[in-house]
Nanobody, 122 residues
Framework: QVQLVESGGGLVQAGGSLRLSCAAS????????MGWFRQAPGKEREFVAA????????YYTDSVKGRFTISRDSAKNTVYLQMNSLKPEDTAVYYC???????????????WGQGTLVAVSS
């Protein structure tokens, strides 16, 4: 079992930056691939970014490439999502998740956090 707790969300103006954190506890953090997803009002939850156990392999959805960076600190059992050049369309609840195998598919993730809200004003 893995417990995930996100933090760092908030209200920011367009063009601004936020860094989301996801603290993991429970089973060995380093063995899991970690992902970030988001869900905007009235929309399905969508993939944002993912990193393998060493974060040498990362994936991003096209709309955030060049603006968002996923990273992990195994010593702190924490995964981060640095978000720069934020746009109003990035507004959503952001969730971190853990998977046995690195994937961009929501169904591949076994453990989920409770989410943190990011709101970007124009």
């Amino acid at each position: 079992q893995v417990q995930l707790v996100e933090s760092g969300g908030g209200l920011v103006q367009a063009g601004g930056s936020l860094r989301l954190s996801c603290a993991a506890s429970g089973r060995t953090f380093s063995r899991y691939a970690m992902g970030w997803f988001r869900q905007a009002p009235g929309k399905e939850r969508e993939f944002v970014a993912a990193a393998g156990w060493s974060d040498s392999i990362t994936y991003y959805t096209d709309s955030v490439k060049g603006r968002f960076t996923i990273s992990r600190d195994s010593a702190k059992n924490t995964v981060y999502l640095q978000m720069n050049s934020l746009k109003p369309e990035d507004t959503a609840v952001y969730y971190c998740a853990a998977a046995d195998v690195l994937t961009t598919t929501r169904g591949g993730y076994n453990y989920w956090g409770q989410g943190t809200l990011v709101a970007v004003s124009s």
